[in-house]
């Protein structure tokens, strides 16, 4: 049974550009969540979907949004790179929001 | 909001010896509360979480942690760490009806021969 996939594992952008990671969930999961990871800290909530839309969003600007496609697949998309989006980051999906979270490797994203 | 204080950014320890990682969590309510370990160009992977009911919390890879209302904490422990074990270590805090993930900065465990 397959985890949480995410593509590309790897990325290099340059400032300005526009940017996006995929993310697949875990078989018979239907809620995806991204998470921004900087060099030495935690994770940090950019947003949840469930059923196609989002239904929770942290601390971050309008430049970063997602989408969630009706086989429960998502991206996140992020306008206007700037260097401090230098960053991994990690897909979560679960099933019906509740705390089961599985993560997946993650997109290690470089704004140079 | 809520948040999450480990205190301890990197820990030494000897393969056989015990670990303890201590996290701090800020919350006005019961917090659901998560340990979670992540190694190198890995994603994260969960070791126990709490929610309610018994204190003392069994996870998998011979890990435990302990919920203290009282001090606001949540250490995780393990009795004989193994090589294996060294990695970076994530006390995370969530709230009911609120399901994102609020992460600490994570203490990194180094073991020595």
């Known amino acids: 049974d397959a985890g949480v996939t995410q593509s590309p594992t790897h990325l290099i952008k340059t400032r300005g550009q526009q940017v996006t990671l995929r993310c697949s969930p875990k078989?018979?999961?239907?809620?995806v969540s991204w998470y921004q990871q900087a060099l030495g800290q935690g994770p940090q909530f950019i947003f949840q979907?469930?059923?196609?839309?989002?239904?929770q969003r942290g601390n971050f600007p309008d430049r970063f949004s997602g989408h969630q496609f009706p086989n429960y697949s998502s991206e996140l998309n992020v306008n206007a790179l700037l260097l401090g989006d230098s960053a991994l980051y990690l897909c979560?999906?679960?099933?019906?929001?509740?705390?089961?979270?599985?993560f997946g490797s993650g997109t290690r994203l470089t704004v140079v | 909001a809520q948040s999450v204080t480990q205190p301890d950014i990197h820990i030494t320890v000897s393969e056989g010896a015990s670990l303890e990682l201590r996290c701090n969590y800020s919350?006005?309510?019961?917090?659901?509360l998560f340990w979670y370990v992540q190694s190198p160009g890995q994603g994260l992977q969960l070791l126990l979480k709490?929610?309610?009911?018994?204190?003392l919390v069994q996870g998998i890879k011979g890990f435990e942690a302990e919920f203290k209302r009282s001090q606001s904490s949540f250490n995780l422990r393990k009795p004989s760490v193994h090589w294996s074990d060294a990695a970076e270590y994530f006390c995370?805090?969530?709230?009911?009806?609120?399901?994102?993930?609020?992460f600490g900065a994570g203490t990194t465990v180094t073991v020595r021969a």
């Open positions: 979560a999906s679960s099933f019906v929001a509740n705390y089961g979270y599985t």
């Open positions: 078989s018979g999961h239907d809620t």
């Open positions: 979907y469930y059923e196609e839309e989002e239904r």
């Open positions: 919350y006005g309510a019961t917090p659901y």
């Open positions: 709490y929610f309610s009911g018994d204190t």
């Open positions: 995370a805090v969530g709230a009911r009806d609120d399901y994102k993930l609020s």
